[in-house]
């Protein structure tokens, strides 16, 4: 059984000439798109699995938490169930079956997720239900990419966020080093509800689940054990449009090289929203996955 | 100055369980997408630049080895000059400008790109000539490349061809370290001079410029220096058609999230003409570079 440390990938630290020549900024990428799995979630679902003592562990997630749970679950021999939308992309629940774990199908018009997963945990014997987010091993997985950032030298690290357990692990990560970085949130407009939160100093929801193109960041709300380490450890929340999202995502291909989801690239979608704030600073864009669909990404790159 | 491993990026070697299990073989990607300029030609254009005397270089390249050499001149404040077709990509002559090189378009159907070359050759001063592979420089440099695979445990190393550059480095980076890996070529079917080639024991040419869409290879010919390593030291060439180029360039997007020009994506093409022959093996696919222009890359991915 390895260790948090041995099961992870390090993030992959990129730089572009290109990038830098056209946003005139010193800017380097921390890409989680290689990690295992594709996203960062690895990182959290990695150090949950390996923590909690149940032999099986339950989740709802249409997206990236799903995948890597499975895997890591996979690794560690332990059950997995993972409630899905029976709308979700073919290719996402193909993914978490290959990776072992038994994909529950819900038509979210009759039954919501959390009703199932209810549902679920009283059927599963010894089961631990896991938040993507709100939950403090998800955040200390996410914390080891934190501490990768803090090896080198930024002013600032700009991260997206959605339920608050990236950049709440990366904050932790960054504290706990030392790190004099200052670290910016990175948000749909369309569901900005962080950024308002911060503003009010109190955690405000969205209305209801937004529809931004960032699929990784359509959370009403963000989690209570995130919101306690976000209030006091992320400077600013810079809100994207959906359009910053997309012209961002096509940079990244253009520019750096690098296919990744739109959730992953808000934090450079933060930087075309005001790049003068970013002047003369060295600044970290953490780029969370680049799992998204051929036919979206298509699209993104029509321009 | 910067010495040539200070001024390359290491390579970053990319494992995909997706892609693992998808082929059911053990592969792992040694990807020079992030390489400065997005290619593993910046290895050879920075070795050729650092070493020869000269204040002025010049080639004829409208591709990958025109943005290296030109970013290595700037970096060493030497003179480039590129000569490229006036109908190239508008974005790879704007690169190959805004690293700082003198750009000299021309009509190929007026001119050949030797003869522009030989006539500017005549006119700047202390100028160096370089090929983009036929060119002891070139080959050192991109043996670096050699040395990092070295590093890691492999059965089998897989690597574009084309005019010989890249694989004849990696040759000389494995021999030199006595790396027990077998090295194969994957080339374009439409242009398979150098399966040819080795076949018969002596340089074959291709009898007019290849039409394949991995641009990258689109040599009439090996370079004679590359050729003398290539005759002992690749133990074999795979031909893998346009077909399966587009199908690996999608894989390695869909698979493992990089973006791949289909040039890079030869090797995985190789694996796809013939998978059974890497069972139970430890392979390393070489990516050899990552810039291919969006509309091109939007066709790819329909699939």
Not at 48 to 73: E, K, M, P, R
Not at 221 to 248: Q, T, Y
Request: contains cysteine; glycine residues 8%.
């Amino acid at each position: 059984m390895k260790s948090l440390l041995d099961a992870i990938r390090p993030t992959v630290f990129i730089e572009s000439e290109k990038l830098k020549t056209f946003t005139n900024l010193d800017l380097t990428i921390a890409s989680e798109t290689f990690q295992h799995t594709g996203s960062f979630k690895f990182r959290a679902a990695y150090n949950l699995a390996v923590h909690v003592g149940n032999d099986a562990i339950l989740t709802a997630s249409s997206g990236n938490f799903g995948q890597a749970l499975a895997y890591a679950c996979q690794l560690l021999n332990k059950k997995c169930t993972v409630v899905m939308p029976e709308n979700s992309a073919k290719v996402k629940i193909e993914a978490v079956k290959n990776y072992g774990a038994t994909v529950d199908l819900i038509d979210t018009k009759i039954i919501g997720r959390g009703t199932r997963v209810s549902q679920l945990a009283e059927q599963i014997s010894d089961v631990y239900v896991a938040s993507a987010y709100d939950d403090l091993f998800v955040i200390e997985g996410n914390s080891t990419l934190g501490d990768e950032i803090s090896n080198r030298d930024f002013d600032v690290v700009i991260s997206p966020i959605g339920g608050g357990g990236l950049i709440s692990g990366i904050s932790k990560g960054l504290c706990r080093s030392g790190h004099r970085a200052e670290l910016i949130g990175a948000e749909p407009l369309l569901g900005n509800d962080a950024a308002r939160s911060l503003r009010a100093g109190k955690i405000i929801a969205n209305e209801t689940e937004p529809t931004t193109i960032a699929d990784g960041a359509r959370t009403v709300s963000l989690g209570k054990h995130n919101w306690e380490i976000i209030k006091s450890g992320v400077a600013e929340i810079i809100e994207v449009s959906d359009k910053r999202i997309v012209e961002a995502t096509r940079i990244l291909f253009a520019l750096a090289n690098l296919k990744c989801e739109p959730t992953g690239a808000l934090s450079l979608g933060a930087i075309l929203e005001n790049s003068d704030k970013f002047k003369d600073k060295k600044v970290c864009l953490v780029v969370s996955g680049g799992n998204v669909d051929a036919e979206i990404y298509r699209r993104i790159l029509i321009g």
